[in-house]
């Protein structure tokens, strides 16, 4: 289909979206009463301007982009910031209460994989299945049925009913499905985050493949990926845009510094240490620039039975993948436990590239000649920052080195 | 060749005339997905029970076995029905409990299809008419085996037989037509689904399904007003090769029935945002 679109067309405008505003009810029991009221009015037309009715809320409000073919943007915002319910009216799944959106040509949905399986059907009848609800005819899925198998890499179970599949498996066969859709706009909606590193990639190389001739609209909470995918991005903050802009890292900044501070401090081990007192507030933004000193200053309570101990602190990403550690025993180094109260003080440079990190500390027990007996104490996000960098949201790799690179 | 354009805002469009052309070309363009969804469901079905297609005829066979016992003990008195009173018992619960399937029909099919409802766009009338393929692919087991009966009892065969898909398909046609109404305000509350089945149950008593209609009375007055007795009747009388009676109230009903289905089948259409929302709130 898309071999036949003229050339003329490559940038018509595929999606425009104005003044798009849905409101939505907190409270369940109120919620069914609204459904009952709307569907009878909704009879009638409901022309009428729609305020909010009492425990209503702007899910959505005034959002306006247009999107032409070959371009992607990216939809990010927090928890709860109206980004599926953008996507559901963008997909017709719901109506406005305000606004209006205009989409030309298919549109494909990846919002769930595997839609209209049935657990008790083999895989194979299970892609009818899922390929009529997406809107195949019988005779595209019987045309595609090899492809569809062979992307999925489930030859070997593809007659084994799908409840015997792991949720991986499932995921690679709806995916295979829905990578046969040739749309003109392409709905995405975080699918991605599910299923081993090796399928990840053919999606995602998939959805670039399909870039250049659709227009895409991908939510996601990775960064990485909407920096690698998209060619604009939105930022939605309780249904209300925030930024738009084609500068991606810029609006990716911007998400960066939106995220309120929650505390995920948690604290296990003997019990034989506490934490007294520290020299920074971990309840509030901290925000150290790349390449500055971090200086942690506290105090330890350490319990009399132990004479030395020694600190470890090891600095996590958001998805928590250990980045960096620190650790006093590499050194050799540990310390007296003079009389239960210790000062202790880290210091180091910030080598840490644009984002969010956590620091854990574990405080050990050791011997006379430096080696663990007991763990004392491990106390998760310890200390939380945002690291920037000077440059702004410029890479997604978290720590860059200097290296000499010479040309000949 | 030319996209094609969806607009999405808050106003309905509320030509009728242009709503049920949508409507129907939707039909018959997801008549894949309504096979495809209706095989599905019968094929699970089947493929994870040893009895199967017996299920369809227990409780229709022990509701007319009940009243069998009940009018051959003499523990109530019926009035003569004409044909041996085990094929009509029969026939009569039968048909009910084709009419009942249908007016749940819609409602049931909306419901188990609630988790793509809310995640893909896919023409909500493939719910409705692949719910109908089910429900004729379960009516006709069940008519096979009233067709047994019937020989069984040594009624035998008779022209008027070959009317009974008819009928039946008449019967299921106004059991989803008053399904459909129910259907949008039955998603949100669940009271509603409890109701029908309730009420249902009462209404049986007043239908002659498995006696006949007295001959005066208050009942009677009610039992021949009664828009359920045409259906149950006619299609009986039939099967069994007796003359149909209440044959002008059942044309009227049937007339009546085929806009109330393109209205219930709009009214369908228009709801199903509305509930899509309240169910993802």
């Known amino acids: 289909m898309s071999n036949t679109i003229p050339s003329k067309s490559e940038n018509e405008v595929l999606v425009k979206v104005e003044g798009l505003s849905k409101k939505f009810c907190k409270d369940l029991k109120t919620s069914l009463w609204y459904g009952v009221k709307d569907l009878l009015t909704g009879m009638g037309g409901n022309k009428n301007d729609r305020e909010l009715r009492p425990k209503e809320f702007w899910a959505v409000k005034d959002v306006s982009f247009e999107l032409r073919r070959g371009e992607c943007l990216g939809l990010i915002g927090h928890n709860g910031a109206g980004k599926s319910t953008l996507l559901k009216i963008l997909n017709g799944l719901i109506n406005p209460d305000a606004g209006k959106v205009t989409i030309k040509g298919r549109v494909g949905a990846l919002i769930e994989l595997g839609a209209g399986f049935n657990p008790i059907l083999s895989g194979r009848e299970n892609i009818y299945n899922n390929g009529a609800v997406l809107g195949f005819s019988r005779k595209e899925i019987t045309e595609k049925l090899d492809d569809i198998i062979a992307f999925s890499e489930l030859e070997e179970f593809i007659d084994m009913p799908v409840q015997n599949y792991s949720s991986g498996m499932k995921v690679r066969l709806g995916f295979a499905v829905a990578a046969q859709m040739e749309p003109d706009v392409l709905i995405i909606d975080e699918v991605l985050a599910v299923g081993d590193v090796s399928f990840r990639m053919k999606c995602y190389n998939r959805i670039n493949e399909l870039l250049k001739e659709v227009a895409i609209i991908f939510v996601s909470h990775s960064m990485p990926q909407i920096a690698k995918l998209c060619t604009s991005a939105i930022m939605l903050r309780r249904g209300e845009v925030k930024a738009n802009s084609n500068d991606i890292s810029s609006v990716i900044n911007q998400y960066f510094f939106d995220s309120n501070v929650e505390s995920k401090e948690l604290v296990s081990g003997s019990g034989k240490a506490t934490l007294a007192k520290r020299n920074f507030d971990n309840s509030k933004l901290n925000v150290i620039e790349k390449g500055s000193t971090i200086n942690l200053g506290f105090d330890l309570k350490i319990d009399l039975t132990t004479k030395y101990f020694s600190v470890r602190g090891i600095i996590y990403d958001k998805e928590f993948k250990g980045l960096l550690e620190i650790n006093a025993l590499h050194s050799g180094q540990f310390f007296k436990n003079e009389n239960g109260l210790n000062n202790i003080n880290i210091s180091f440079i910030n080598p840490l590239n644009h984002g969010d990190f956590t620091m854990t500390l574990v405080i050990f027990q050791v011997n006379e000649i430096g080696q663990i007996t007991e763990r004392l104490l491990r106390h998760e996000s310890f200390f939380q920052f945002k690291s920037i960098s000077g440059i702004g949201f410029d890479s997604y790799i978290p720590i860059s080195v200097e290296a000499n690179i010479n040309h000949k | ?281």
């Open chain 2, 1 to 281: 060749m030319p996209l094609e354009t969806k607009i999405y805002q808050k106003e309905n469009n509320l030509k009728i005339s242009k709503l049920l052309n949508t409507v129907v070309s939707d039909m018959l363009s997801s008549r894949f997905l309504a096979t495809q969804l209706a095989v599905r469901d019968i094929k699970a079905q089947y493929r994870q029970s040893y009895l199967g297609i017996l299920w369809m005829f227990i409780t229709p066979l022990a509701t007319a076995f009940v009243w069998v016992f009940l009018n051959s003990t003499g523990t109530v008195k019926l009035t003569d029905t004409g044909v041996p009173y085990p094929v009509y018992a029969f026939s009569g619960t039968l048909i009910w409990a084709i009419i009942k399937e249908a007016i749940n029909m819609p409602m049931a099919s909306t419901n188990s299809a609630r988790s793509i409802l809310t995640k893909i766009n896919f023409p909500k009338e493939a719910l409705i008419v692949s719910g109908v393929f089910k429900l004729l692919f379960n009516s006709s087991v069940k008519v096979l085996l009233l067709i047994i009966f019937i020989f069984a009892f040594g009624i035998g065969f008779h022209w008027s037989l070959l009317w009974l898909p008819l009928t039946i398909l008449a019967a299921v046609v106004f059991g989803v037509t008053l399904g459909l109404f129910l259907t949008p305000i039955g998603m949100l509350y669940t009271d509603v689904g409890k109701f029908i089945n309730f009420a249902l149950g009462f209404f049986m008593y007043i239908t002659p399904v498995v006696y006949a209609i007295p001959k005066e009375g208050i009942m009677k007055t009610i039992m021949v007003w009664n828009p359920f007795t045409p259906f149950i009747l006619t299609t009986r009388d039939l099967a069994l090769g007796l003359p149909p009676e209440h044959l002008t109230y059942y044309a009227v009903l049937l007339l009546c029935c085929v806009p109330l289905l393109g209205l219930g089948l709009v009214f369908y259409r228009v709801s199903i945002p509305i509930i899509v929302e309240r169910m993802s709130a």
